[in-house]
Each structure stands twice: as C-alpha cells, then as structure tokens.
C-alpha cells in the first residue's frame, strides 16, 4: 500500500512539474508578444499625437523637431527617438537614441519585411539590454517624407517573466502539495471502504460488484483446500506414494532412467572391489526414485571393477545389499568416452549451459562420437523395455538426442527428459553448430523438463528460432507433426528423510570428530563447501570471499576454518586441471597469510568423499557456502538442510542457483562481491541459535514438503495426462474413420 502511494505520488509530482514547464514556455512566451504588441501600438500613437507638430518642424526646423522629439520620449521606457528622412538622411535625435540604430540601415530593413506597409517594429539585444524599435512613418508639412524611430527598452519584460517563473513555482508547489494531501486522504478513505466491502463481501453477502471477485476467491480457496485435503490424506510425497502415482496414472510397472552417470561405481581395491557412490546432484536425486519405483537403470559403466560384476546382459542388481532394481551398464571405448563425454558433452554443452566465463569448445569428431554414444545408449534403453508403451526418463545434458532414437523405436513410449543444467538463452543455444539437432532430439519426449520457469522459456525461445512446429504458449508445448511435447518446470530435490541420515553422528559429535579429524581448536567454528571441483562451482570465489572475512573481521582469524571437500571431476579436460591447480594455490595463499601455530583458515580436502562422510561434515558445521557462478538447482543446498536436524547452522547460498528460489530464507549472495560474501560469513557466524532456528525450519518445511518423491510424481502424472489426451484424441480419429468407412 505504501509503495504504491509513494509510486503514485511520484508520478503525480512529475506530472504536475511537467505541465508546470509547459505552462511556464507557454505564458513567457505568449506575454513577451502581448507586450511587443503593447509597445507598438504605444510607438505609434505617440507618433501619431506628435504628428502635427512633426509636420510643421520636419526638415524645416531642427531645435523645433528635436524638442518634439524630446517631448514623445517623456514616457519613462522610452530610451529614445530620431526623425530619418525616407533617403536615409537622420534629421533629429534624442540624447538617448541608441548609435547602433542607423536611419539608412533601419529603413532598408524595413523595406525588405514590411515593403507595403507605414509602420514596422523589431527587438533587438544592444549591449545595454534588450530594446523594442518601432518605426513609423510621418509626411513633412513641408520638404520630403520620412520615419520617426522610437526605441524602448525591455528589460522590464525580462524582469515580468523572472516574475511570473517565481510565481509558477510556488503555484506548482502549492498544488503539488494540495493534490498530494487530497489523494493521501481520498485513497486513505476508498482503501477503509474498499478493505471493509471485501471484507463484508467474504464473509457474508457481497455487494454487487463484488460479486465475480468474490466467487472467484472462493473457488480458489475451496481448490486450494482440497490440494491440502488430498495431500494430507496421502501424508506427503513419499517413495509409497509415488510408486502408487506410477502404478494409478500410468499403469506403468517400472520405468527405466537413462542417466549418463550410473548410481554405483564398482572400484578394484587391493584384492577386493568397492561401491563407490559418485557426487553427483542427478544420482542424489534419481536414486531414491529408483528405489521407489523399481525398473531398470541403464548407465555408463565406469567402475574400474564394473565388468567384473556384472551378468551376462551386463546387468547388475543395486542397491548393494538391499537389491530393488537394476542397473545396465553401456560400455565405452576409450575414443567414444573422450569425444561424447569429455569432448562434446562437457568442453561444448556443459560451459555453453552456464554462464560461467569459459568459452565451450565444439568439435565435428566429438558430436560425431555423441551422436554415436546416444544411439548406443538408446538401443539399451530399448532393449531392457518389456512393454510397447514403457515410461523412459531421461537424464540431462550426455543424451539430448536420445529422445528422438528412443521414439523412432518405440512411438507409444512416455519420455520424460529432464535437463539438469541451466538452458541459456535462444541467442547462445545458437552458437552451438548442432543446435537443430539437439533441440529436435529432445522434442522426441513428451515432457522437457527444466528446474525453472526461466529455463522453459529460453527453450521455447529456442525451438521458436531454429526447428519447424508450432508453439502453443498457452499449455506450453511444441507441436510437431500433431504430437505434444510439454515443456515444464519441475525443480528437482532430495529424498527426505535422507536415508544416509541414520548412519551420521549427531551434530554435536559430527563437530567434535571432525575438529579432532582435522587438528582444530575444540571451540574452532568451522564452514564447509561439498562440490565437485568444478568452475562453475565459484571455490575460488568462495575462498576469496574467506580470506575478505579474515581480513575485515580479524576476530575471526584463529578461530574460523574453511574446509572445502573437491571430488575430483572430470580431471582428463585441461580447464579443469588448471582450476585443481589454481584452486590449491589460492587455498595455500591464504593459508599462508593467516596461518599462525597450528591454525589453518582453510582445510581444501580434494577427494571422494562417501555420502556417509559428507553428511558429517553438514551437520559438524556452523554455515555451508554454496557459491555457484551458475547452477541449475543445485542439492548441496537441500542436502545442507536436510542433514541439519538440529535446526541450527546457516546457509550462504549464490543468488545464481536454482535453488536460491527455493530456500528464500538462506543468506542470499552475489558470490561475485567478496565484500558482500565475507559480510554474510561474518552475519553467519554472529547469528543467534533463535535466528538459525527460524531460517532452518522453515528451510526444512520445504525440502521435506517439495522433496524429490513430489518431483517425479508431478512429472509421471503430467505425462499421464498428456498419454490420457492423446489415447482420447486416438479413439476420436479412428472413430471417425470408422464412421467414414461405414458411410463408404
Ligand atoms: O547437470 C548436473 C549434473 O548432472 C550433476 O548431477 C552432476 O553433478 C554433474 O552434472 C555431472 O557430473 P559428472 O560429469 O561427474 O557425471
């Protein structure tokens, strides 16, 4: 209310300054003509009074001619007067007749403006100021005709309009004042009456107008309502109900997730193998779908000990040990690993998503591998199907043409793709030599789905520039060839609970073990940033934004210590060799300035970590800094959250993440400005238990409401819709065939 009291003041003041100018233009200028107009007529009736006197004494006697001269310029504003003969031959002149005003000059001027006419006049600046000429002819009694030339002066017009500026100022802010004052209280009294109908209105029998409002609040309110009914009686998104949604919805058994990156690594260690589970943000979140949903996984096999583990179809069952669903290795070579993963997918698709500053690289060879990879993977994924209809999910960036190999396979599949990274805008999707084929690859599913709204649009900003169909903005789809893709916005999330959760120690001991694991003060407060060493993570940034805080807030130095876990990423690709090499650097810089005894502000521990090992360092610290120059969602964040069943420690997090839509109540920051980073550190560090406690559980409230089981379950029953539409739109058309056929 206030703000748009204050935006419609300021509109008012600057409307009423504006016609204050204009008013101000208007009126000087249409008073100096008036008084120009004024001056004239005076010249000439002055003339005109002297005219007989004029008459007797022109060219005949020049003291008579002067005195009369002298007599008309008695009027205080008069500068002055002289008699020119129509040769141009001056005959008399006042004392005060301005030199620059020569007889032969004035009336050739007059000549050529006025030729016709007895009388002309004209302003002029002299270097005493401004001055009106008036010239008017006079015939002599006796001798030849001539003019008589009365100057007056005008710097009173210029002190008149000085005048009227100072009184349209104060009018203006006299009005100004009055209107404001008036509105305040018009808008004051209409905002009671208004607020009191709607009130009256809701609560019992609106007023006539009110009436369409109102129904429509109510049907909202009664929608929302039974939302509410509907999710309470299912208790939440939970792995049962999702697995219900699949079951209900599509009829589906199981469905199967292509996903570049497989769930579960298996290592050689010395004699034995291990289970490895990589950091990723796909497989935090598709796991537990998988174990809810049951199906088949088909995924890159990795693992220095996968072939070995497993069967014949090269599948193996997973999760270790509490077996629910399968995973399908796909093999690749060497060549086919560097071009479609290393080459096309993360030195082209990965920088081009983000913007992150570094230039993406594309190579014919490497899309050529890609496309190579895509068809592989999408012959597995139609391999492992058991129905002509099945449910595919596929995932992200490695696979944007698959959707299109799966549905040339297999037309009656639902494909629900989902694009884990940012989808920048049409213009630098452009750059990009294969963009056609990318977009109309992933126009094969029948949903797109992305993390935010934003992305929706760039995309269909995209598929609007450079593919054939036709864009129905309302439903936000694509149609091509009379099949619908949807293209949504599904922000994706974590389990909840988390099961890794159980084998974590509380936060208390998570804190005392991992100060003793790392040598620090038993009262040291620590922060901690989970990443995969990645530049578009922002870890030089984040470190940077350390050593501000050490430096600005020096009571920190000592006591507070960085640690940043960096699993190892994709290290085969120069770019990020060098930030390992730069990220290590500038964590021994800053090391080396604030270093004293056996303190050390920042801990850079760039290995795989197991998910059990991360959570403890979530709950053992005070804040997590997620500083991404530009994420698609990132989980960090929820997982940060998730872990935090103390309701206490505080969330920094990049205003560039998806997720910064999401948890509203984390210190939001621009990791770009140190300054404001190492204020929110320090803010962070200086926060009450209460405050943490208020920001946490309602971060909490969220992540457990809007949680990963919620996100496939929108997506399974948006592609249930769409699959009930299409089956319905299929029954019309062959019914109608069958009616043409017996008419025929
Ligand atoms: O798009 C995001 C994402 O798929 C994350 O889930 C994951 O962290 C990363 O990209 C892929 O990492 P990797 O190359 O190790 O599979």
Same mark, same amino acid.
């Given at each position: 209310m206030m703000n748009r009291m204050v935006r419609f003041l300021s509109v008012l003041l600057v409307g009423l300054g504006l016609l204050a100018l204009v008013a101000y233009a208007v009126l000087s200028r249409t008073t100096r003509s008036w008084f120009e107009a004024d001056l004239t007529l005076r010249s000439r009736l002055a003339v005109a009074s002297a005219r007989e006197s004029l008459a007797a004494h022109w060219d005949t006697n020049q003291t008579k001619l002067s005195q009369t001269l002298a007599d008309i310029t008695?009027? &205080?504003?008069?500068m002055g007067a002289a008699a020119c003969k129509?040769?141009? &031959?001056?005959l008399a002149s006042t004392d005060g007749f301005p030199g620059e005003f020569d007889c032969r000059k004035v009336l050739d001027l007059m000549r050529r403006d006025a030729p016709d006419s007895s009388a002309w006049s004209t302003t002029a600046e002299l270097s005493s100021g401004p001055v009106h000429l008036s010239v008017t002819q006079v015939e002599g009694a006796v001798g030849s005709p001539g003019v008589v030339m009365l100057v007056h002066d005008l710097s009173f017009l210029g002190r008149r309009v000085a005048t009227t500026r100072r009184f349209l100022v104060v009018a203006f802010f006299v009005l100004s004042l009055g209107a404001a004052v008036v509105t305040l209280l018009a808008a004051r009294v209409a905002w009671r009456g208004w607020t009191l109908d709607l009130r009256r209105a809701l609560t019992g029998a609106p007023s006539r107008e009110l009436q369409p409002l109102v129904r429509d609040v109510r049907a909202l309110a009664e929608r929302l309502a039974q939302e509410r009914r509907t999710e309470a009686q299912a208790g939440g998104w939970s792995p049962q109900r999702l697995r219900s949604t699949l079951t209900e919805h599509l009829q589906g058994e199981r469905i199967v997730i292509l996903a570049n990156r497989e769930p579960y690594i298996h290592e050689k260690a010395g004699d034995g193998v291990r289970v490895l589970h990589p950091a990723s943000g796909l497989v935090t979140a598709l796991e537990p779908v998988m174990r809810a949903c049951s199906g088949v996984w088909v995924g890159h096999g990795s693992g220095s000990a996968d072939r070995a583990t497993v069967?014949?179809?090269?599948r193996v069952r997973v999760p270790p040990g509490e077996e629910s669903y399968l995973l399908r290795r796909v093999w690749l070579s060497e060549e086919e690993e560097r071009g479609y993963y290393y080459g096309f997918s993360n030195e082209g698709l990965w920088p081009l998503c983000h913007v992150a500053h570094t230039r993406p690289i594309f190579r014919s060879e490497d899309f050529e591998h890609y496309v190579g990879v895509n068809r592989k993977f999408a012959e597995a994924v139609c391999a492992e199907v058991d129905v002509d209809d099945p449910i595919v999910l596929v995932q992200d960036y490695h696979f944007a043409l698959a959707p299109k190999m799966i549905r040339a396979k297999l037309p009656r599949a639902t494909i629900i793709t989902f694009w884990h990274t940012p989808w920048p805008n049409a213009e630098r999707i452009?750059?990009?030599?294969w963009r056609e084929e990318l977009i109309s690859g992933l126009l094969g599913s029948s949903v797109v789905g992305f993390h935010t709204q934003q992305h929706c649009n760039n995309f269909i900003d995209s598929v609007d520039a450079f593919v054939e169909s036709r864009i129905d903005r309302e439903a936000n789809a694509v149609v091509q060839r009379a099949r619908r893709t949807l293209v949504r916005p599904y922000p994706i999330s974590i389990e909840w609970p988390v099961h890794w959760l159980s084998q974590v120690p509380t936060a208390a001991d998570a804190r005392t073990q991992v100060r003793q694991e790392l040598g620090l003060a038993p009262d040291a407060l620590i922060g901690v940033g989970i990443d995969r060493l990645d530049y578009t993570k922002g870890i030089e940034e984040r470190l940077s934004a350390v050593d501000q805080l050490l430096e600005r807030y020096p009571e920190y130095r000592g006591k507070f210590t960085f640690v940043q876990l960096a699993a190892p990423s994709r290290t085969k690709i120069a770019n990020y060799q060098s930030l390992n090499e730069r990220v290590e650097a500038l964590a021994a810089s800053i090391n080396g300035k604030w270093a004293s005894g056996s303190y050390q502000p920042i801990a850079l521990l760039r290995s795989h970590h197991e998910p059990v090992t991360v959570f403890k360092y979530y709950r053992a610290a005070n804040l997590c800094y997620v500083s991404s120059l530009h994420d698609g969602m990132n989980l960090v964040a929820k997982e940060f959250v998730a872990a935090r069943d103390d309701e206490q420690g505080v969330l920094l997090l990049s205003q560039f993440t998806g997720a910064a839509r999401d948890l509203t109540e984390a210190l939001i920051v621009n990791p770009y400005d140190f300054r404001q980073a190492s204020d929110a550190l320090a803010t962070a560090l200086k926060m009450s238990g209460e405050e943490q406690r208020d920001r946490m559980r309602s971060m909490r409230r969220f992540v457990s409401e809007f949680n990963v089981y919620r996100w496939a379950g929108r997506m399974l029953v948006d592609a249930a819709e769409l699959r009930r539409k299409e089956r319905l739109s299929g029954r019309w058309s062959s019914g109608a065939l069958g009616l043409r056929t017996v008419s025929a």
């Open positions: 008695r009027d &205080e504003r008069i129509a040769t141009g &031959e001056l069967d014949a179809s090269d452009g750059i990009c030599p």
